[in-house]
C-alpha cells in the first residue's frame, strides 16, 4: 500500500501435493491466514468464492514444515482470488484554531496530532529477529564493533509454544521470522528438533523471511535508535526510566496490556507485566511470569529464560541488537551502523508461550498515543 501511508503485508501460501490418485483433480492452496490487517486496514480473501468452506489446519496435519493455515480447493476453470479491502484507519488529526481579534486581526494555530508513536504497526512476527548471521569484530571503529554470530535455542520443554495465531481476530502472522534467510534456516532446523536443539514444542504458523515487510522504525539502527530515545523521553517523562541496575518494581499493567517500561541496560523479568518493555541490555526471563504487549530488545545479548516455572507471552517480542543502544552511553548509531546478530536462548528451563495478539499490541501503543508532531502558527 503507497497511499495514504506506505506499508507492505505479504500474503504467504503453499500448494499442496497431489497423490497419485488424484492426478486428475485440481491441487488444493493452503493460505496462511484467511485475513490480513494492513494498517488498520482489513484484507479478507474470498475464498468461497472458490466453492470451498475454509477451515484451519491443525499443526500435525502439514509436518515438516509445519503449515498452518486456510485451505481453499480450485474449482475447473479460472480461479481468481477475489476479497474486500477495507479503508485504512487515519493516523494524524490536524487541528486548526483560529482566533479572532479588534480591526479584523486574526491568528491561526495547527498542530499535528499523530495517534500512537508506531503509527499501528506492530512487529511483522510474534517473534521478530532483527540482524545478521555475524559481524566481525573492528575493535578500532568508533565505537567498536563485537564478534557476534546469529543463535537461537527456542528451549527444549515440551511445553513450548511459538504461535502466529491471532488470540482475538482471525489474522495469522508468522510465529518467529528473521531478517536474514541464512537465519531463518537456522530456526526451521532448531524447530525442526534437530541437533543441538532439540525442540518438542509447537509451531503454529511458518517462520518466515519477514524483510520485506520490516517497518520504517527496524530498518536500520540509526531508525531504531530514534525510536528507542523518544520512547526513553516518555518513560521518563511519567517516571517509568529505569537507570543500569535498577530492577523495576513493576512492569506495567497485564489486565489491561497498559503502561511503559524502560530498562535501560540488563533486566530480570519476572511476576506479571503489559504495555511496552524496552531493554537495552540483555533481558533474563525467570520463573514464572507474563506479559502482554510489545517486549523490545536491543542489547547485544538478547534473551535469555532462566528458572523453572510457566511464562506468557501475548502481543510481540522484537530482537534487533545494536551498538550504542543503551541511552547512558551516550552514542548515536551512524547512518552507515548496521545490526549485530541476534541472540535468543530459552534453554534455562520452564515451559513457554508466546503468541501474537494484536488488542495487547494495540493496549501497549495507548502507552505512547496522541503526541504533539509539531505545531505552526499563521
Known amino acids: 500500500m503507497t497511499q495514504p501511508y506506505f506499508a507492505v503485508r505479504v500474503l504467504r501460501g503453499w500448494v499442496e501435493t497431489n497423490t497419485a490418485a488424484t492426478t486428475n483433480v485440481a491441487p488444493k492452496i493452503l493460505f496462511d491466514a484467511q485475513t490480513y490487517t494492513l494498517q488498520g486496514s482489513l484484507l479478507n480473501l474470498g475464498l468461497n468464492s472458490w466453492g470451498t468452506t475454509p477451515a484451519p489446519l491443525l499443526v ?28 485504512p484507519e487515519p493516523i494524524r ?8 481579534g479588534p480591526r479584523g486581526a486574526t491568528k491561526t494555530l495547527e498542530a499535528i496530532i499523530q495517534k500512537d ?26 565505537p567498536a564493533i563485537p564478534a557476534t554470530t546469529f543463535n537461537f535455542d527456542p528451549g527444549s520443554s515440551s511445553v513450548t509454544t511459538y504461535s502466529g495465531d491471532d488470540a ?28 543441538p536443539h532439540p525442540f518438542n514444542g509447537d509451531i503454529i504458523g511458518a517462520p518466515s523471511d519477514i524483510s520485506s515487510e520490516t517497518p520504517w522504525w527496524l530498518t536500520s539502527p540509526l531508525q531504531l ?25 513493576t512492569f506495567g499493567n497485564v489486565t489491561t496490556a497498559q503502561g511503559i517500561t524502560f530498562c535501560d541496560g540488563d533486566c530480570t523479568f519476572t511476576g506479571d507485566g503489559g504495555g ?33 516455572g510457566t511464562g506468557t507471552i501475548q502481543g510481540n517480542m522484537v530482537l534487533a541488537p545494536y551498538v550504542g543502544s543503551r541511552i547512558q552511553d551516550g552514542i548515536t548509531p551512524a547512518s552507515t551502523a ?21 488488542s495487547s499490541v494495540a493496549g501497549g501503543l495507548v502507552a505512547v498515543s496522541n503526541f504533539v508532531l509539531g505545531v505552526a502558527e499563521k
Open 60 to 87: 500435525s496435519d502439514r509436518v515438516p514444515p509445519q503449515h498452518y493455515g486456510y485451505e481453499a480447493t480450485m474449482a475447473t476453470g479460472a480461479n481468481i482470488v477475489t476479497g474486500t479491502l477495507s479503508s
Open 93 to 100: 488529526l490536524l487541528i486548526r484554531s483560529t482566533g479572532f
Open 117 to 142: 508513536f508506531f503509527n499501528g504497526l506492530s512487529a511483522p512476527a510474534t517473534l521478530t529477529l532483527i540482524g545478521p548471521t555475524s559481524t566481525t569484530a573492528c575493535p578500532g571503529c568508533t
Open 168 to 195: 482475538v481476530t482471525t489474522d495469522i502472522i508468522p510465529p518467529i521470522g528473521t531478517s536474514n534467510p541464512n537465519n531463518l534456516d537456522t530456526v526451521e532446523t532448531s524447530v525442526s528438533g534437530a541437533p
Open 225 to 249: 535508535d530514534n525510536a528507542v530515545r523518544q520512547l526513553s523521553t516518555t518513560a521518563s517523562s511519567s517516571g517509568r526510566f529505569f537507570p543500569s541496575g535498577t530492577t523495576p518494581s
Open 276 to 308: 511496552i518493555l524496552v531493554v537495552t541490555g540483555t533481558l533474563t526471563l525467570h520463573g514464572n511470569f507474563s506479559f502482554n504487549g510489545m517486549i523490545i530488545v536491543t542489547g547485544q545479548n538478547g534473551v535469555r529464560r532462566t528458572g523453572g
Open 338 to 358: 548496521q545490526f549485530l546478530a541476534p541472540q535468543y536462548d530459552l534453554s534455562g528451563g520452564g515451559n513457554s508461550t508466546i503468541r501474537y495478539n494484536s
